[in-house]
């Protein structure tokens, strides 16, 4: 959702019409309505293989939702359509494709998801995140590598900013846990455990975002193990400015979705990632290797939070500068931080009609 409203607000301020559909009751409505965005709810579906009977209703909904989808195309008559994936791009896709109204897609994981692979085959342009997405996709010639669009917020973060607004020492290491916007269970208990050796590191300060659903439960839990609740361990719900906490950081640990990456890149810290083990297609250790291949950060995963391993791949980085500054330099090499600026590129050329053919 983040890139998605990221490029929509460059459309909006360089004076192009945007409205947006979503799923009514995802948080893309809210986060549209929010930034003062038209949006159109449209359902979507997903289905099990395991489970055939998921797809006859998948495709149900689909086939209502292209109904639905071509009727917003017809009243809103936009010059270009721009999908991010999901569910719900599919039958806003072939809406599009029907109403013969050029589609760009963007991508953002290593490994494109259904509807992008379906969607791809009549794309003027698909825009991805990495070179290597290029061998799923229909037509190989139409994708360009623009990298993935990262919120104006997260590219203006700023250190001293996010220690403040932490209420962290400005000077005194820290090292930032995070597992997405709800957290991650595994994460949160393996910290729990590491919390007392972690507190004897020399003035090291951790900062935890645990997730709104367990938040009180670790923090509870960490100041039981320690005796108390440590002035260095923070265990926070949920961080709103995530690039000013990841400025803040020195070193991270998190999981490796694909805007999640794009941040800490774009930031240039090193870090730990730990694949979340049952996204679709194991994508995220893919987007965890290209991060680590390029130096930028270690993957450990999931099976192996709570051993040695990975005791020794947070305890090495928070102790090792050196190293730290490595990594950092290497990350900061792997982002793209103009990745708006190519999708926009992409969108304005399909509206004139210069998409590739």
């Known amino acids: 959702m983040y890139p998605a409203l990221t490029v929509a607000e460059r459309l909006l301020a360089e004076g192009h019409d945007v409205e947006f559909v979503g799923t009514p009751d995802g948080l893309e409505a809210g986060l549209a309505t929010d930034a003062g965005i038209t949006f159109h709810g449209v359902r979507a579906k997903g289905f099990d293989r395991a489970h055939p009977l998921t797809f006859v209703t998948a495709?149900?909904?689909?086939?209502?939702s292209?109904?639905?989808?071509?009727r917003v195309l017809a009243r809103f008559r936009p010059a270009v359509v721009l999908g991010f994936g999901g569910y719900v791009s599919l039958p806003v896709g072939l809406a599009a494709v029907i109403s013969r109204?050029?589609?760009?897609?963007?991508?953002?994981?290593?490994?494109?998801?259904?509807?992008?692979?379906?969607l791809s085959r009549w794309a003027a342009y698909a825009a991805v995140t990495y070179e290597g997405?290029?061998?799923?996709?229909k037509r190989p010639k139409r994708v360009v590598v623009t990298g993935n669009p990262v919120r104006p917020a997260v590219l203006s973060a700023n250190r001293e900013r996010g220690r403040k607004m932490l209420g962290l020492d400005a000077d005194a290491p820290v090292l930032l846990v995070f597992g997405g916007s709800r957290g991650a269970q595994h994460l949160n208990d393996t910290f729990v455990e590491m919390a007392p050796e972690l507190m004897k590191e020399p003035s090291l300060q951790v900062?935890?975002?645990?997730?709104?659903?367990e938040a009180a439960s670790v923090a509870a839990r960490i100041a039981e193990r320690l005796g108390c609740a440590h002035p260095r361990y923070r265990v926070i719900e949920y961080i709103e400015e995530m690039g000013d906490a990841i400025a803040a950081a020195d070193a991270v640990v998190a999981r490796a979705g694909a805007t999640s990456i794009a941040e800490i890149t774009a930031i240039g810290r090193p870090s730990v990632l730990v694949p979340y083990p049952f996204a679709t297609d194991d994508h995220q250790t893919l987007n965890a290797r290209a991060v680590s291949q390029g130096g930028g950060a270690e993957v450990v995963p999931?099976?192996?939070?709570?051993?040695?391993n990975f005791r020794i791949a947070?305890?090495?980085?928070?102790r090792d500068s050196a190293r730290r500054a490595r990594m950092?330099?290497?990350?900061?090499?792997?982002?793209?931080?103009?990745?708006?600026?190519?999708?926009?590129?992409?969108?304005?050329?399909?509206?004139?009609?210069?998409?590739?053919?």
Do not use: C, W, Y
């Open 66 to 70: 292209l109904l639905r989808a071509r």
């Open 314 to 318: 947070v305890l090495r980085l928070v």
């Open 302 to 308: 999931d099976a192996e939070l709570g051993t040695e």
């Open 59 to 64: 495709t149900l909904t689909t086939f209502a």
């Open 207 to 213: 900062v935890h975002s645990a997730g709104r659903i």
């Open 133 to 137: 997405s290029a061998k799923h996709l």
């Open 328 to 357: 950092a330099q290497a990350a900061a090499k792997l982002s793209r931080r103009d990745a708006t600026e190519r999708v926009v590129g992409l969108v304005v050329e399909a509206a004139a009609g210069k998409g590739m053919r």
């Open 101 to 118: 109204v050029p589609l760009v897609l963007h991508e953002q994981n290593s490994v494109p998801g259904l509807a992008n692979r379906v």
